[in-house]
């Protein structure tokens, strides 16, 4: 489901029709620094996350592989941040 939601965002964000697989290079399909602020914007929106400035390397989201990772990591720490402030 959330490679789905990322695929869904990146063809409307580039544009494109035909089907992007995960090791696709999104770079060859039209991303570029600007659109990949406008995706990180609508990534953070749609997965209710934040980005750190660490994360905004063009390197991060050349592929669906790529942003997929990332989005777990930040969702882990999230989860685990939030069971922390539980505790405290």
Same mark, same amino acid.
């Given at each position: 489901?959330?490679?789905?939601?990322?695929?869904?965002?990146?063809?409307?964000?580039?544009?494109?029709?035909?089907?992007?697989?995960?090791?696709?290079?999104?770079?060859?399909? +039209? *991303?570029?620094?600007?659109?990949?602020?406008?995706? %990180? #914007?609508?990534? =953070?929106?749609?997965?209710? &996350?934040?980005?750190?400035?660490?994360?905004?390397?063009?390197?991060?989201?050349?592929?669906?592989?790529?942003?997929? +990772? *990332?989005?777990?990591?930040?969702?882990?720490?999230? %989860? #685990?941040?939030? =069971?922390?402030?539980?505790? &405290?």
């Amino acid at each position: 489901m959330r490679q789905a939601m990322i695929l869904e965002i990146l063809q409307e964000m580039l544009g494109i029709k035909e089907p992007i697989a995960e090791h696709d290079d999104l770079t060859t399909m +039209g *991303l570029d620094s600007m659109t990949t602020i406008r995706l %990180v #914007v609508a990534l =953070e929106r749609a997965f209710d &996350l934040e980005f750190s400035e660490d994360d905004l390397l063009l390197a991060n989201f050349r592929t669906v592989e790529k942003i997929s +990772g *990332l989005i777990n990591e930040r969702k882990a720490e999230k %989860v #685990v941040h939030a =069971e922390k402030s539980e505790v &405290l």
